[in-house]
Structure formats: C-alpha cells, structure tokens
C-alpha cells in the first residue's frame, strides 16, 4: 500500500509538473503570437470590415490593398535595402570589434583592465539616453581629436549619413555593445588556457592565436552576437531617427508613417478615417517585421544551438 501511494505521489508530481510547463509555454506564446496574428488578421482585412460586427479573426472581405498601400508609402523595396544594407555593415563590424575587445579582456592582462571591463558592465546598465546629446554633439562637430580642423579649418557634421553607425561599429561603440563584449568575454575566458599556451610555445603571436584558434571555436558567441546585433540594429528607433533622419530605412519610414498615409490618402489629416489609418500602420509595422520572421524561420537551429553552446561554455 505504501508503494502504490509513492506510485501514484510520483505520478501526479509529473503531471503536475508538465501541467504546469504547459500553462507556462501556452502562456508565453500567446504573448508572443498574438499581436503578430492580430497584425496578419489586420492586414488582410477590407476597410468595410472594420464596421462589421461579425468580423472578428477571419475577414468577410479579404483583400492586400493594406499591403500595396503600405509598401506604397514606405518605399518598400529601397527601404528594405537600405536597412538591410546598414544593419548588415553594423554588425559585421560590430562582432569583429567586439570579438577583439572580448579577447583582450579574457585573455591579455594589463593595467586597468578590470576597470576598464567594469565600464563595460556599466554600459549595459546606463540608459542611451543620458549619452545621447554629448554623442550628438560630438558627430555633428566632429574633429577627431581637433585633426581634422587642423588639416581643413572646420568640423566635419557626421550626422544625416551612415558614418555614426560606422564609426561606433568599428570602435565597439554600438547600440549593446557592451552586451556583446561580456559575452564574448565570458566565452573566452571559457576556453582552457593550455591551448593558447601550446600556440604560443609553436611561436604563434597573440594576432595568430587569436585569429587560426580562438575565432573559430567562438562560433557560437559570433552566431549569438551577429543575430542579436543584426535584429536590435534593424529594431532601433532611437539612434536611427536621430543619426539618420531623411534616409529610407525602416525605423524611420514607420516612425512617420501615420503623417505619411494621411497624406498620401486624403492630402490633409483632417478627413481620414483613424481606423482605417491604423489598420494600415498596422500593415506596415507587420512589413517592418517580415524580413526578421524569415530570418527566424532559416537560423532558429543555429542561433538555439549557439545560446546553449554559449552558456554553457560561458
């Protein structure tokens, strides 16, 4: 009797448990899906649907009017270029200089560095805001340290190009930068020092350690880091509206959006029907997030993979 209890105690602690697992997976994918299956519902719905009380999910009138009028109005295609393009460069060279400064944090000792790699840490906790008007002022005035008014009389404005996104890629600067550099920290400091030592008794330099060994074992800290630097970099609306304020790309064609479809509709705010305007900026921010769903569709195995294989060498 005894036993059969313990039996049946088990029993109902793992279903109680896979219960429990499932409410929370329902849960957090509802989260998720919902608003993208309410966008997707949207979009595809008439404007006279909106005024049906029967059409709730599924449309009475289905139709892509939404889709041609939205990609209208944001200059799908070159935009979709254009950010893909920028958000591309940034995180290429966003993982190189982040993998260089993780390396040097990990592995090369020097003066400062843990104070150094606190203000790393301190990156990820200050909000871009509090940093945002002396970045501005430096890349509208930007001297390089007074050369290049020396060599040419005045400043150089950065701002309105993709210079401050390059820039700041190449310096570890970036938008999470600092994020990327910890991770890349962790991992390398990760990897047994014996095998940076065995390069170095073959006479490899610390360039060609880090490059023919440690750089490809960093796999999946540079997968982690690319996805995350590439869909963050497409995301942003904070540093591209302020950086790149007339250039087609994504954040700034959604950001004005609202004031362009009322044009583009009515040719004033005035008569245009807000929910049929919402509808198609619903639209569009469901055009915005496309390009990221496919993306997720190709590397989810690997950018799953790579998460596991970091934490657990981290």
């Known amino acids: ?13 793992r279903w109680s448990w896979s219960f429990v697992r499932f409410v929370l997976m329902a849960g957090l994918s509802f989260v998720i899906l919902y608003p993208i299956l309410q966008k997707i519902s949207t979009a595809i719905k008439h404007q006279s649907d909106l005024y049906s ?17 939205a990609m209208s109005i944001m200059n799908y295609w070159e935009t ?41 840490v301190m990156t990820i ?32 404005n950065l701002l309105d190009s ?21 991770i890349f920290t962790q991992f390398f400091r990760g990897i047994p020092k014996a095998i940076e030592e065995a ?35 497409w995301n942003d609306s904070f540093y591209t509206t302020t950086y790149l304020t007339s250039a087609n790309v994504m954040s700034t064609q959604l950001s004005s959006l609202p004031h ?22 619903d639209t569009g921010i469901l055009l915005g997030m496309l390009p990221l769903i496919i993306l997720y569709l190709f590397v989810q195995r690997h950018f799953v993979e790579s998460v596991k294989q970091t934490g657990i060498v981290g």
């Open 1 to 13: 009797m005894t036993i059969w209890h313990a039996i049946t105690f088990d029993r109902i602690k």
């Open 53 to 69: 009380p029967i059409v709730i999910w599924i449309p009475e009138n289905f139709t892509l009017e939404n889709f041609i009028s």
């Open 260 to 281: 362009n479809l009322a044009i583009y509709l009515e040719g004033s705010t005035s008569n245009v029907d807000p929910f049929y305007l919402s509808m198609v900026q």
């Open 199 to 233: 390069a170095y008794i073959d006479g490899a330099s610390v360039g060609k350690t880090f490059f023919s060994i440690m750089l490809p074992n960093a796999k999946p800290a540079i997968v982690t880091v690319m996805l995350f630097s590439f869909v963050w970099q």
């Open 162 to 182: 993709y210079w401050p996104f390059i820039l700041t890629s190449i310096t570890a600067n970036s938008l999470k930068a600092g994020l990327y550099i910890f």
């Open 125 to 156: 906790l200050v909000p871009p805001t509090t940093i945002l008007i002396p970045m501005y002022m430096n890349l509208r005035d930007f001297s390089l340290g007074g050369i290049i008014p020396l060599l040419t009389g005045d400043t150089v």
């Open 80 to 120: 979709l270029f254009n950010t893909t393009i920028l958000a591309t460069v940034t995180t290429i060279l966003t993982t190189a200089s982040c993998a260089l400064a993780g390396y040097a944090f990990a592995k090369l000792r020097f003066k400062g560095s843990k104070i150094l790699f606190a203000g790393v």
